[in-house]
């Protein structure tokens, strides 16, 4: 397997001068998945949990609902110039064959759905719809999971350069978490892990994100069922709206004892009442 960190030199400048020394940094990769021998897609990620990240991405399409649809997996031959296999290939088998177009997908940034078309189709696609219910999280419990987030993710100790994902329970327990270099992978991973041990729909978890919370992943928490998605940093307009239509609770900017929640704030108990302020 593809090695998750390099060392490459560089010059460090600063008041105190300059230095040349080996930096590590985060291995980036392309991971092209197939099915049946024909190519689906090509991904940019960082090597590692590669069989997690295509239950993730192929549950968040809707090409699969359950870990058993896919009865194998297995990686192609493929070698770099020193002939080893880059494990670069993963090639799936599928219980029930689909044909196969390579595509882009709903959740490039390519595809030109406009805001009505993204939420409509992530309503009408998901097996797992939220209906209502779900975890109630106390916010000091919610405010803690970053800190235990960004404590698991040793590989953004060495680099500083992997976002992660984390599913954890409603009283602060973390299950599974996964780094990669695109945040959208990472929640693959995670939500993978969580498709392959039987816990998707996964009604009584709650997904946290080091970064932003885009439309991309609140899809992806959607297709899972997730109810409640947490992010350290803002999420987008359209983010807000999918997580309102759907039934997801969506707090962002957790940092601290703050955090900002945009929809259905009844999963999260003992946040004080402010008046409101207008929009």
């Avoid at 940034?109 to 409509?120: E, I, S, Y």
Wanted: charged share 20%; aromatic share 4%; with cysteine.
């Amino acid at each position: 397997m593809s090695r998750v960190t390099a060392r490459r030199r560089m010059r460090r400048i600063s008041p105190q001068g300059e230095i040349q020394r080996p930096d590590t940094l985060a291995v980036e990769e392309p991971l092209e998945i197939r099915i049946g021998g024909q190519s689906l897609t090509v991904t940019m990620r960082t090597p590692g949990n590669d069989v997690d990240l295509v239950h993730g991405f192929l549950l968040s399409e809707a090409m699969i609902g359950a870990a058993e649809e896919i009865m194998a997996a297995r990686y192609c031959a493929g070698a770099d110039e020193d002939g080893r296999n880059t494990y670069n290939v993963l090639d799936l088998t599928l219980r029930n064959p689909v044909q196969v177009r390579p595509r882009n997908f709903m959740t490039t940034g390519a595809c030109g759905l406009c805001g009505k078309t993204a939420l409509d189709e992530v309503r009408t696609r998901t097996r797992f719809p939220i209906t209502g219910g779900g975890p109630v999280v106390d916010t000091q419990v919610l405010a803690g999971m970053p800190d235990t987030l960004r404590g698991k993710q040793t590989l953004f100790e060495a680099t500083g350069g992997l976002h992660g994902a984390g599913l954890f329970t409603a009283d602060g327990e973390v299950l599974a978490v996964r780094e990669d270099i695109g945040r959208h992978n990472a929640v693959d991973k995670v939500i993978g892990w969580a498709l392959r041990q039987n816990l998707v729909p996964a009604r009584d978890l709650v997904l946290i994100v080091s970064g932003r919370a885009s439309f991309e992943l609140v899809q992806k928490a959607v297709m899972a069922g997730i109810p409640m998605l947490g992010a350290v940093s803002a999420p987008s307009s359209l983010a807000v709206d999918l997580a309102a239509e759907a039934g997801l609770t969506l707090a962002g900017f957790l940092r601290g004892d703050t955090m900002n929640v945009y929809t259905h704030p009844d999963r999260i108990s003992t946040a004080p009442t402010v008046d409101s302020l207008p929009a």
